[in-house]
C-alpha cells in the first residue's frame, strides 16, 4: 500500500508526507514545500516535496500510489468546481492519476489525524484550535480510538486563534508570527486600558465576534495605539492570558465530554506551549501530547495516516519526528566540496565541535533526515552554550538576526531534565515551557527566559542518537547537561534542509563550526 498526503491551500505551510506498507515494512517521509523552494510558509504547489517523499519510500511518479489524500480549505465546493484540479494540472503532478484515488477530507479531521496516530494513546479526546478549517471551522473537538476519529462537535465562531492572529498584527509581526507574541508576552503587564476582548465561552466555542473582524484579522475596535514596546508588550500579555484562559476551558469540555484520560492538542495554537503547559499542569488529564507539526506544516502527515489507516493499514506505528528525505555519504561530500574557506575535520570530529562548544563557540548541527514541523529538534539545529547570558546576544548578532525579546530554547539530557526544570515526564518536541529551577537560573540563563521558563527538549539516546552523546560529554566538562538550541536558519529564511542549504547559511553567517554528520567544518 502507498499512500500520498498532499497539503495544498490559499494560504500557506504546503507540503507531502508519503506513507508506503510493503511486505509487512512500514516507511513514511514527510516534507514542507518550502524546505525545497527556500519560501518561508510557501504556498508553492507541494511537487517538489511530494517527489522527495516518494523517493524516500521507494516510489518515483504519484501514478503509483494506491491513494491520495489532500485537505481542502475554503469549501468542498470549490474543489468540485476544478478549482484545485486546475492548480494540480499546471504542475502535470497529477495529470496521469486516476481520479478515483484523489480524495479529499476535512482540515481539521487531518490535524486530529496527525496528532492521534502519531501519539502514544490508544484512545483520547483530540482538540484542534487554529484559524479556519475546511466550512470555517475554527475549534473541533474529536473523540480517537483504535477503531477510528469520532467528531463530538466543532465551531465555526471566531476563535482564540483568529483572536491571537488580530492582535499578532496589531503589534506589527504580520501574519504567522505568533511566535513572536508568546516570546514578548512575559515582558508585560495586565493594562485594563487596552483591551476588552468579551469572550463568550459555551463549549466549544469561545467566541471573539465583537472584537475581531473575520478574514482580515483586524481590530474592530478602537484602542490606544501600540506605539511603544510597552504596550506592544501589554498587548502581548493579554492575548496570552487570554489563551490560557481559553484553552484550559477547552481542554475542561473535552474532559467532561468524553471523560477520557489522555488529551492530544493540534492546529496552529497547540505551539503555544505555555498554553500547553497551564493544561499539563491543570491535572484534567494524566498526560497530554502534541505533535511536533501542530501547524499545517502537519496537514500531509495528517492526510497520509488517514489514508494509510482507512483503507488497510495494519497495526499503530511509531512515528518519529525525523522523516525529511536522506542525504547519502557522497550527497554530503559533493555538498562540502562546492565551497572553500573552512577546514575539513574527519578525525574525532564530535570531540571537536564539545570541545568548541565548552569554550563558548557556535556549532551548527546537521545529521540524518530533517523534523517536521517550525522547531528545530537537534537535526537541523544551532547549538551554544547555555552557561553565559550575553549568548543571546552573541547569537542574535552574529548569526540569528531577530528581535532581542524572543528566547532561546535549552535541550537536555531527559534523565537529567528535573535537575534545571520543573518538568516531570518527557518532553520531546519543545512543546512545554516549565519553569526553570529557581537555583539554576543564574547556572544556565542564556535558555532561561525574562519569567523564568524555558521552552523545552528533552533528549534520549533511542530518540536523538549523538545528540544525546554530544549533551553528556557537554555535561561532563562543564557540569551541565544542557545546551543551547536554536533552528539552524537567519531570519525569515525556513530551516536549511540539504548539506549544500547547510553549508551555504554556515558560510554566510558568523557561525564558527559546522558539524555535518562526523565531518566538522572549521572556519579558516
Known amino acids: 500500500m502507498l499512500v500520498l498526503g498532499l497539503h495544498k491551500d490559499p494560504w500557506h505551510n504546503t507540503g507531502a508526507c508519503a506513507v508506503r506498507e510493503d511486505g509487512g515494512k512500514f516507511s513514511i517521509a514527510m516534507l514542507s514545500e518550502e524546505r525545497l523552494d527556500r519560501l518561508k510558509d510557501s504556498r508553492a504547489f507541494p511537487h517538489h516535496s511530494a517527489m522527495a517523499c516518494l523517493r524516500e519510500v521507494g516510489a ?75 466550512d470555517r471551522e475554527t475549534q473541533s473537538l474529536f473523540h480517537a480510538t483504535e477503531d477510528g476519529i469520532r467528531l463530538i462537535t466543532s465551531t465555526s465562531k471566531i476563535g482564540i486563534g483568529l483572536l491571537y492572529a488580530a492582535v499578532t498584527q496589531a503589534i506589527k509581526f504580520g501574519l504567522l508570527q505568533e511566535g513572536k507574541t508568546m516570546g514578548l508576552a512575559p515582558f508585560g503587564k495586565t493594562n485594563s486600558q487596552l483591551f476588552n476582548f468579551g469572550g463568550r465561552f459555551d463549549g466549544i466555542v469561545t467566541d471573539y465576534e465583537g472584537f475581531c473582524i473575520d478574514g482580515s484579522y483586524d481590530i474592530a475596535h478602537s484602542y490606544e495605539p501600540l506605539d511603544s514596546f510597552e504596550k506592544k508588550a501589554d498587548a502581548a500579555f493579554a492575548v496570552q492570558a487570554e489563551c490560557e484562559r481559553a484553552m484550559l476551558h477547552l481542554a475542561r469540555f ?70 525529511g528525505p536522506t542525504y547519502s555519504d ?33 556549532v551548527a548541527r546537521f545529521e540524518g533526515r530533517s523534523e517536521m514541523g517550525p522547531r ?10 547555555p552557561l553565559l547570558a550575553e549568548n543571546k546576544d552573541v547569537l542574535n548578532a552574529r548569526v540569528k538576526f531577530r528581535e532581542s525579546f524572543r528566547p532561546f530554547a535549552p535541550i537536555v539530557l531527559e534523565d537529567r531534565a528535573s535537575e534545571f526544570f520543573e518538568i516531570d515526564r518527557p518532553c520531546p518536541y ?14 544556565v540563563p542564556a535558555i532561561t527566559h525574562v519569567d523564568g521558563t524555558a521552552r523545552l527538549q528533552t533528549v534520549t539516546r533511542e530518540r536523538n542518537g549523538n545528540l544525546y552523546d554530544i549533551l553528556q560529554v557537554f555535561g561532563e566538562r562543564t557540569g551541565v547537561p544542557v545546551l543551547l538550541n536554536t533552528s539552524f536558519n537567519i531570519a525569515n529564511e525556513p530551516i536549511v534542509e540539504s548539506p549544500v542549504d547547510a553549508i551555504k547559511c554556515f558560510m554566510g553567517t558568523d557561525i564558527d563550526a559546522l558539524l555535518i554528520e562526523d565531518i566538522l567544518l572549521l572556519k579558516i
Open 60 to 134: 518515483h511518479a504519484p501514478e503509483e500510489c494506491d491513494s491520495i489524500i489532500l485537505d481542502h480549505i475554503v469549501n468542498k465546493s470549490d474543489w468540485r468546481k476544478d478549482q484545485f484540479r486546475r492548480s494540480c494540472s499546471n504542475v502535470n503532478f497529477l495529470a496521469e492519476v486516476d481520479q478515483s484515488k484523489i480524495e479529499m477530507i476535512n482540515h481539521h479531521l487531518a490535524h486530529a489525524c496527525s496528532v492521534f496516530y502519531s501519539s502514544p494513546f490508544s484512545e483520547a479526546a483530540v482538540l484542534v484550535v487554529d484559524g479556519r478549517g475546511s
Open 254 to 323: 473535552a474532559k467532561e465530554q468524553t471523560g477520557a484520560k489522555y488529551l492530544c492538542i493540534t492546529g496552529g495554537v497547540a505551539l503555544n506551549s505555555v498554553s500547553n503547559y497551564r493544561i499539563l499542569e491543570s491535572g484534567l488529564f494524566e498526560d497530554i501530547f502534541i505533535n511536533p507539526a501542530a501547524s499545517d506544516t502537519g496537514i500531509p502527515l495528517g492526510c497520509a495516516l488517514y489514508g494509510y489507516y482507512t483503507k488497510g493499514g495494519r497495526v499503530r506505528e511509531e512515528i518519529s519526528p525525523y522523516l
Open 330 to 362: 557522497a550527497q554530503i561530500e559533493d555538498a562540502i566540496n562546492r565551497f572553500d574557506g573552512y577546514e575539513i575535520v574527519r578525525a574525532s570530529a564530535v570531540d571537536r565541535a564539545i570541545d568548541l562548544l565548552a569554550a563558548n563557540k557556535i
Open 376 to 385: 528545530a529538534l537537534g537535526h537541523r539545529s544551532i547549538l551554544m552554550s
Open 430 to 443: 519543545m512543546l512545554l515551557i516549565p519553569p526553570v529551577r529557581k537555583e539554576m537560573r543564574s547556572v
